[in-house]
């Protein structure tokens, strides 16, 4: 079994930044691609940023410029740096990993950290 435990969220300020951080642990052999997405309320869940073991990354237009995704494949962890915050940032953050636990790899999510920007 794999777990995704998640870090970092809270209420900021806008304009604020929040790093949310997210490591998998469990039994794993590989981690592929590491992401994070996100869901509002009454909205449907939405890929933020991913990252390919490689380090190769692809970002939503919307936080283009403003949020860095990066990993630490030894620590087997995600991280997402969010800069410039704004109110429509606001959301459940969910992490998502593709882990091979020596065999077809599966995708895994986290718990999920609520990031609220208000003033």
């Known amino acids: 079994q794999v777990q995704l435990v998640e870090f970092g969220g809270g209420l900021v300020q806008p304009g604020g930044s929040l790093r949310l951080s997210c490591t998998a642990s469990?039994?794993?052999?590989?981690?592929?691609?590491m992401g994070w997405f996100r869901q509002a309320p009454g909205k449907q869940r939405d890929l933020v940023a991913s990252?390919?073991?490689?380090?190769?990354?692809n970002y939503v237009d919307s936080v283009e410029g403003r949020f860095t995704i990066s990993r630490d494949n030894a620590k087997n962890t995600v991280y997402l740096q969010m800069n410039s915050l704004k109110p429509e940032d606001t959301a459940v953050y969910y992490c998502?990993?593709?882990?091979?636990?020596?065999?077809?790899?599966?995708?895994?999510w986290g718990q999920g950290t609520q990031v609220t920007v208000s003033s």
């Open positions: 990252i390919t073991n490689s380090g190769r990354t």
């Open positions: 998502y990993a593709q882990v091979s636990s020596f065999g077809t790899p599966k995708s895994y």
């Open positions: 469990g039994s794993i052999s590989s981690i592929y691609t």
